[in-house]
């Protein structure tokens, strides 16, 4: 399927969002309206489709919210880091270091 697709794709990718938290059922992860988002715009959802759920940096936006630090640095959704380090360096990156 195209969700197991997905998460093989982006498990290479852990420098960037890696693999999905959490696949399936969104109330078990605590959201109770796929359709009512908190951040973002409201999903498109075909009959059959499996929710599929990656973290990113728009995630710790509740946290911080919540904790009030001194300091937090974060990132404006749409407005990403950009690097000259390419995709596959970081991924064998992260595969020198964890083997």
Sequence with gaps: SDAIRAILYSDRYRLAHGAPVHIGDPASIGISDLM????????VVDEGDIPVFWACGVTPQMAIRNVLPDLAITHEPGLMLVTDVLAEAAEFSLQTKTA
């Design 36 to 43: 009512k988002p908190d951040f973002g715009d409201e999903p």
